[in-house]
């Protein structure tokens, strides 16, 4: 699959995802526009992006197109923390 369907695809499925499973009392749902790639590979006939949304809630979303299948999986996932960890340079 190119890099381009894949995308396309992927943003559906986080749209999707996203609208589906959000909070009953939240307003508005997530338009493709929302969406937007973080990182994008391709290796022989599979693809994989890191995608995000412009919805401040600390999700992103890893799609992985299985091109031996014609499956693509979805995982989400939810930013607990970011901390700084220093490196000896000795070690």
Same mark, same amino acid.
């Given at each position: &699959? *190119? +890099?381009?369907?894949?995308?396309? $695809? !992927?943003?559906? !499925?986080?749209? @999707?995802?996203? @609208?589906?499973? #959000?909070?009953?009392?939240?307003?508005?749902? $997530? !338009? /493709?526009?929302?969406?937007?790639?973080?990182? %994008?590979? #391709? =290796? %022989?006939? +599979? @693809?994989?992006? %890191? $995608?995000?949304? =412009?919805?401040? *809630?600390? &999700?992103?979303?890893?799609?992985?197109? @299985?091109?031996? /299948? +014609?499956?693509?999986?979805?995982? !989400?996932? #939810? /930013?607990? *923390?970011? /901390?700084?960890?220093?490196? *000896?340079? +000795?070690?």
């Amino acid at each position: &699959m *190119d +890099n381009q369907k894949f995308v396309e $695809l !992927a943003k559906k !499925a986080v749209v @999707n995802y996203f @609208n589906s499973h #959000k909070e009953i009392t939240d307003e508005g749902r $997530l !338009a /493709k526009e929302d969406v937007f790639v973080v990182w %994008l590979c #391709k =290796t %022989l006939q +599979n @693809n994989k992006a %890191l $995608l995000s949304t =412009t919805v401040w *809630d600390g &999700m992103y979303y890893e799609v992985t197109y @299985n091109g031996d /299948k +014609n499956e693509m999986y979805l995982d !989400a996932y #939810k /930013k607990w *923390d970011n /901390k700084c960890i220093e490196v *000896d340079k +000795n070690e």
